[in-house]
């Protein structure tokens, strides 16, 4: 009797999760119905902050450019690296017009750098 009430719990408890997932899939629309339709598929800016990520920025960056059927722009924000993070990102921008190359500007007293570096690229 206790794993019958149990199992009839678990049943219902895992009802709002389903029930979750049905609106979210009747709501979910591809890319290709917006394109086609009176939608307008807006493209997508991929703001990336940078410092000193030379050894997996161009992994990351050509990750990104890997995204089907997307309008998509790549704009990495080199805050000051030292490690040849921008002349990557410079040779990734001359192959892929999507690529953008940003450089940051001196970090503001108060300011912390990521936080800046995030908001230097959304004021972009």
């Known amino acids: ?3 019958s009430v149990l199992a009839v719990l678990a049943l219902l408890a895992s009802l709002l999760p389903a029930g979750l997932y049905w609106q979210n899939r009747l709501l ?3 890319a290709s119905d917006l394109a086609s ?3 307008t598929l807006r493209g997508v800016s991929l703001l990336v902050p940078a410092r000193n990520e030379a050894a997996g920025i161009s992994d990351s960056v050509n990750a990104a450019l890997q995204s089907e059927q997307i309008d998509l722009e790549v704009v990495v924000l080199d805050d000051h690296s030292t490690d ?3 002349e990557i990102v410079s040779r ?3 192959r892929d ?3 953008r190359l940003e450089s940051a500007p001196p970090l ?4 912390c750098g990521k ?3 995030c908001f230097v690229l959304a004021s972009l």
Request: aromatic share 12%.
């Open 92 to 94: 990734l921008s001359q």
């Open 37 to 39: 339709g009176n939608d």
């Open 1 to 3: 009797m206790l794993f």
């Open 108 to 111: 503001p007293a108060g300011w």
């Open 97 to 99: 017009p999507r690529v």
């Open 84 to 86: 040849g993070t921008a």
């Open 28 to 30: 979910y629309r591809r």
């Open 115 to 117: 936080q800046h570096a």
